[in-house]
């Protein structure tokens, strides 16, 4: 069918380390790709996204490239620090206009 | 400013109550969405409307209605509430287009007792 699969969390990491959070995708055709972030008590906000296959998107150090040949579109940041501590969810956009959403994965980031 | 907004933020209520969750954006968008998320912080969509026509109606009871008076509102009914309802409802809007970028209110957190 057609899904969103992330890595199961909580993912705890000290300040400065690496972040990678996998995501894979299933479906029909090349969907647009996002990551959004949810912070404590709040919406969720856009983080990235990309559009076409091999597109990057970027954003506050973050970033993810749209794979279509692993169909993945893994978030990495460089050197995390405790204010990027939230739940992150992977999305895909199908024919119509919905989103669907990974399970998101919580990260912790400990000083 | 605030680009979407709900009301209220926070919802206690008894099984059975009849209750409403109203929606605003200033966006100017086509295209508005409720979405439910779980306890386990899963999200699902369940209504669209997109000029205040409905366009996405996923397998919800029809406990659940959706009222969209205008482009900018679309509220949510919920009737004869139960203890599953439990869980925070999220308005989206966004206009369509081919990257689609939804933006999400606050939530509301509903608690059913």
């Known amino acids: 069918g057609n899904s969103v699969t992330q890595m199961e969390g909580p993912v705890t990491l000290s300040e400065e380390a690496f972040l990678t959070i996998n995501c894979t995708y299933t479906a029909t055709g090349y969907p647009s790709l996002f990551w959004y972030v949810q912070y404590p008590g709040e919406g969720l906000q856009l983080l990235l996204k990309?559009?076409?296959?091999?597109d990057k998107g970027s954003n506050k150090g973050f970033e993810a490239t749209y794979r279509k040949e692993t169909t993945s579109f893994h978030l990495e940041k460089g050197s995390v620090q405790v204010s990027d501590s939230a739940v992150y969810f992977c999305?895909?956009?199908?024919?119509?206009?919905?989103?669907?959403f990974g399970s998101g994965t919580r990260l912790l980031v400990r000083p | 400013d605030t680009a979407v907004s709900q009301t209220p933020k926070y919802l206690v209520t008894q099984m059975g109550n009849d209750k409403s969750i109203k929606c605003e954006q200033n966006l100017g968008h086509d295209t508005m969405y409720w979405y439910k998320q779980d306890s386990k912080k899963f999200l699902k969509i369940m209504f669209s409307?997109?000029?205040?026509?409905?366009?996405i109606n996923e397998t919800v009871p029809n406990r659940f209605s959706p009222k969209s008076p205008d482009k900018a509102h679309l509220n949510l009914h919920i009737n004869s509430l139960e203890l599953g309802d439990s869980a925070v409802y999220f308005c989206?809007?966004?206009?369509?287009?081919?990257?689609?970028?939804?933006?999400f209110g606050p939530g509301t957190r509903l608690t059913v007792l």
């Open positions: 999305a895909r956009r199908d024919s119509s206009y919905k989103l669907i």
């Open positions: 409307y997109n000029n205040k026509e409905l366009i």
């Open positions: 989206a809007s966004s206009q369509a287009g081919t990257s689609n970028e939804q933006f």
């Open positions: 990309a559009t076409k296959a091999d």
